[in-house]
């Protein structure tokens, strides 16, 4: 092979790999309350809600027409553990079986008000864990 040749295919290679490390677009983001705080400003543009937090699940309007968003999220989580013995004789043998169960939830929404110009004029996040 030529040197040339190698040159181009090695960065062909690069291109490649490059384009793999790009962030997926459809990706779902992951709601917290940090993000709120810290992204969403008052006066943001719509767009860059849409960056900081995804797409809402609801979009509605207020009586003036103006829009709103609502990102509704829930997660479940349930853990199950279990034990068990056994022992046996030589004839009788025995089982003993004891598990339990733990499972939380939480629940985030966040709702973004925009004005006319669908800049940002109000927003409300509640968290709940339980």
Do not use: H
Not at 22 to 48: F, H, N, P, R, Y
Not at 84 to 104: E, F, K, N, P, V
């Amino acid at each position: 092979m030529s040197w040339k040749r190698i040159m181009t295919t090695g960065m062909m290679s690069v291109l490649i790999f490059s384009g793999c490390a790009s962030t997926d677009q459809g990706q779902v983001k992951q709601l917290t309350v940090g993000t709120v705080q810290s992204e969403i400003k008052m006066g943001m543009s719509a767009a860059g809600v849409a960056e900081a937090l995804g797409s809402p699940n609801i979009v509605t309007t207020d009586e003036k027409r103006r829009e709103v968003w609502i990102y509704d999220k829930v997660s479940s989580n349930r853990v199950d553990t279990s034990s068990s013995a056994y022992g046996t004789l030589i004839i009788l043998g025995a089982s003993s079986r004891s598990g339990s169960s733990t499972s939380t939830q939480k629940t985030m929404t966040i709702i973004i008000k925009f004005d006319e110009n669908k800049m940002v004029r109000d927003f409300a996040y509640n968290f709940t864990q339980f």
